[in-house]
């Protein structure tokens, strides 16, 4: 059973930085995407950024230049350092992993996929 636990967020001014973490668990190796996304409203969830099992990365262009999604393989981590945040930034963020070969532009414009795993999402705020 994956899990997958966020941490790091909170409030933020606008100009601030702040960094979410992802602690994995219950993953046995194989192809896969890991990655983030944001819930806008009750029914929109956007694709922020990912990384595939071969390190190849993604950042959707409205993150590009502020966001960076890197990963810890030997601690099982995934983090995503917010920089130069703004008010539009501000949502609940999801980790997720797709265990299955990915593309992570794909994933990530998809909204993931009906068999992806999600964590329980963590809140960030940005202020003006």
């Known amino acids: 059973q994956v899990r997958l636990v966020e941490s790091g967020g909170g409030s933020v001014q606008a100009g601030g930085s702040l960094r979410l973490s992802c602690a994995a668990s219950g993953y046995t190796g194989g192809s896969y995407c890991v990655g983030w996304f944001r819930q806008v409203s009750w029914s929109l969830r956007e694709g922020v950024a990912a990384i595939g099992s071969d390190g190849s990365t993604t950042v959707e262009d409205a993150f590009q230049g502020r966001f960076t999604i890197s990963r810890d393989n030997a601690e099982g981590t995934l983090y995503l350092q917010m920089n130069n945040l703004k008010p539009e930034d501000t949502g609940m963020y999801f980790c997720?992993?797709?265990?299955?070969?990915?593309?992570?532009?794909?994933?990530?414009?998809?909204?993931?996929?009906?068999?992806?795993?999600w964590g329980q999402g963590i809140q960030v705020t940005v202020s003006s």
């Open positions: 997720a992993a797709e265990l299955d070969t990915c593309r992570p532009s794909r994933w990530l414009m998809w909204s993931g996929f009906s068999t992806t795993h």
